[in-house]
């Protein structure tokens, strides 16, 4: 982990002014929007185009043009590669451009999902044959790796955890959400055993307050090397505490925190109300069935540091890193995807409470 001076710009950025700076993405670095200096020199549909890559931010857009999904500048560029397409182009060689037929999205989404990629959609809302100019077209949803809900995406033997942090020296606070199921955890733990935890959590992708120091953000590499999470910088801002407590009260409706069992902000719901804030942009408000916060008490299991988990071969084999010949694998039992999970949790978050692990 990180200290002194590093750790104290980062835990400033907490409660700090307003950042200017938009919300970024580690693994588009190498990709900028590529936005023309002459809008009015483009046709209405690429217009329409440029609006919403502007809503889209680091998103790649697929943008629907009747029976495909068209990327255009540097989105094509990456979707190319990516994905193995053919990158043609317009306008005399000016415009790079690639195409998805619509049937098949949802294995492009997949791919591009799993290589860490947000994705925007944008859909025709109007029947092309009733427009009036240019067909009119919206934005319907922003998937990332960690708010996939379509279970052809989804891995049905593990949860797919979207997660938060936030600094409150010595300690983390830490906030997970699962979107198909509407659960939201939050709990505190020592510094020194955040990647631990991450580990065992094994979030899809993680959150954390862009970093306003020299470089790049300490805890962005080792968050990936440990638990293959993409990385999601949001500004600062997202995590301050007064906007946390005013995010959570609207989205469930209520004015204090104290019938969630809280007393006050801490840095875990500062990091749930960087949750909040992220998946109304993603999901654009479809998230009603989220449940109140529950306090996880890091006290009531054994800590399973990530070289336990290995060792042991809990989830995966140390030979070949597969689920097959894993202690999961070999007790699984279960008859569907939410038992699978449960299993998975059960094994990697032992009680601790023998009146407890009885119950069970």
């Not at 708010?147 to 033997?157: A, H, P, R, S």
């Not at 004015?255 to 993603?282: H, N, V, W």
């Not at 042991?312 to 039992?333: H, I, K, Y």
Request: hydrophobic residues 40%; aromatic residues 6%.
């Amino acid at each position: 982990m990180f200290r002194g001076d590093a750790w104290r710009t980062f835990t400033s950025a907490m409660t700090g002014e307003p950042n200017t700076a938009t919300s970024t993405h580690e693994s588009r670095d190498e990709s900028a929007t590529g936005q023309p200096a002459d809008l009015k020199s483009l046709t209405p549909a690429m217009r329409q185009y440029w609006t919403q890559k502007q809503q889209a931010g680091d998103a790649i857009l697929l943008f629907r043009m009747g029976d495909f999904y068209e990327l255009f500048y540097d989105d094509a560029v990456l979707a190319a590669r990516v994905l193995g397409l053919t990158l043609t182009s317009r306008d005399k060689g000016q415009t790079p451009l690639a195409g998805i037929p619509y049937h098949a999205l949802e294995g492009y989404l997949a791919r591009l999902v799993n290589a860490g990629y947000k994705v925007a959609i944008s859909e025709q809302v109007e029947d092309p044959k009733q427009a009036k100019g240019v067909v009119e077209r919206a934005i319907v949803r922003i998937v990332t790796p960690g708010t996939l809900t379509d279970d052809g995406l989804l891995d049905q033997t593990r949860p797919n955890i979207l997660a938060a942090i936030c600094p409150d020296e010595p300690q983390v606070g830490v906030a997970t959400v699962e979107l198909s199921t509407g659960e939201l955890a939050v709990w505190m733990c020592d510094e020194g055993a955040l990647l631990d935890e991450l580990a065992r959590v094994a979030p899809a992708e993680v959150l954390l307050a862009e970093w306003s120091g020299v470089g790049r953000h300490p805890l962005a590499e080792p968050i990936r090397e440990r638990t293959g999470a993409c990385v999601t910088h949001r500004n600062a801002t997202d995590f301050n505490p007064h906007r946390a407590q005013a995010l959570i009260e609207e989205q469930f409706e209520v004015r204090g925190l104290i019938g969630f069992g809280f007393e006050k902000i801490d840095a875990s719901l500062q990091a749930a109300g960087a949750l909040l804030a992220y998946l109304r942009e993603t999901q654009l408000g479809a998230i009603k069935h989220l449940r109140p916060p529950r306090r996880q008490r890091v006290e009531d299991y054994l800590i399973l540091d990530q070289t336990t988990l290995r060792s042991l071969e809990v989830e995966r084999t140390m030979r070949g890193g597969s689920r097959s010949g894993s202690l999961l694998a070999a007790v699984d039992q279960t008859c569907n995807p939410m038992g699978a999970r449960l299993l998975r949790r059960w094994l990697c978050y032992p009680l601790n409470d023998i009146e407890r692990i009885q119950r069970r």
